[in-house]
Every structure is written in C-alpha cells, then in structure tokens.
C-alpha cells in the first residue's frame, strides 16, 4: 500500500511511515458530513477542494442518476489526520442545512 501522504511504499507491519512518520491510525477514513442537499453538497466539495483536504465521496451514484432532486445522502469521507480541520470548515454548512 502507498502512504497517502508522501506516496511512498507504506510497510503495513509497522506503525508509522517510514518516510513522512504517518501514523497508520491516521489513514483510516472517518464521515465528516452527511447530507442529501445538492447546494451543500456542492459548496463542501468546493471549500474542501480550496482547503486541500483530500476526501472521498459516497453514495454518489444516485445522486448521478437524478440530479436535481434529493434522492439518496451523500457522505464525504477524509482521512482520520484531517478529520478536525474538516469538520471546523464544515461546521459553518452543517450548521445552516
Ligand atoms: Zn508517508
């Protein structure tokens, strides 16, 4: 497996990366927002995408299907090492959907 960090080689016996000193417990990824609001959507992918916080989105594919409407929650995942920088960009969204 590759640190997502640094792209090195991660060598998954051992606690931390080797190169940048990753914890292994930091790659796990954790929810930060869950929503079925396309305008909140759309506004956390942009300030995560401006924040440089690398994330995953899921339940997407629905979302694909019919745009417009609000069928299915899309969750947007970062990694556990992000988790609270994101949830202090994502507060100010949370807080008004
Ligand atoms: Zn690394």
């Known amino acids: ?3 997502p960090n640094c792209k090195q ?3 998954e016996s051992k606690e931390f990366c080797q190169h940048c000193n990753l ?3 930091d790659l796990k990824l954790v929810t930060v927002l869950k929503t079925s609001n396309p305008m909140t ?7 995560l995408q401006d924040s440089k916080i690398k994330f995953i989105t899921k339940g997407e594919s ?9 069928l299915g929650t899309v969750e ?8 609270s920088e994101a949830k202090n960009i994502l507060k100010e969204i949370n807080e008004t959907s």
Do not use: G, H, Q, W
């Open 1 to 3: 497996m590759k640190c």
């Open 9 to 11: 080689k991660f060598d």
């Open 23 to 25: 914890k292994k417990t």
């Open 41 to 47: 959507i759309s506004f956390a992918k942009s300030i």
């Open 62 to 70: 629905i979302r694909a299907v019919y745009p417009l409407t609000n």
């Open 76 to 83: 947007f995942l970062v990694m556990k090492k992000d988790e």
